[in-house]
């Protein structure tokens, strides 16, 4: 089973730029769809987007659509989630995760996860 490792985040104003990265080992990177989810405060874990494993292609929740993307180096088998143009309500802690489904928008889809990694947006 992979193990995900997560770095980056902190704080930011809003308008700014933040990249995640999730590191994978004990498995080939390549071999899964890997999402990002992210979970704010008294609030359910929500899907923020994915690289799918077959194509490579990616799905964005609306509420990031147009403001982070998701890349992925195979051959370093790391997991990018760039987030630009960041709002004081995507303040959560954020969570990669891999799945063996194509299409994974559920985190019930998902059986590895990264422990997460608090980003704090702030006005």
């Known amino acids: 089973q992979v193990h995900l490792v997560q770095s980056g985040g902190g704080s930011v104003q809003a308008g700014g730029s933040l990249r995640l990265s999730c590191a994978a080992s004990g498995d080939t990177l390549s071999s899964y769809t890997m999402g990002w989810f992210r979970q704010a405060r008294g609030k359910e874990r929500e899907f923020v987007g994915y690289s799918n494993r077959v194509h490579g292609s990616t799905d964005y929740a609306d509420s990031v659509k147009g403001r982070f993307i998701i890349s992925r180096d195979n051959a370093k088998t790391t997991l990018y989630l760039d987030m630009n143009d960041l709002e004081p309500e995507d303040t959560a802690r954020y969570y990669c995760?891999?799945?063996?489904?194509?299409?994974?928008?559920?985190?019930?889809?998902?059986?590895?996860w990264g422990r997460g990694t608090q980003i704090s947006g702030s006005s």
């Open positions: 995760a891999a799945s063996w489904y194509d299409f994974a928008r559920n985190v019930d889809h998902y059986g590895s």
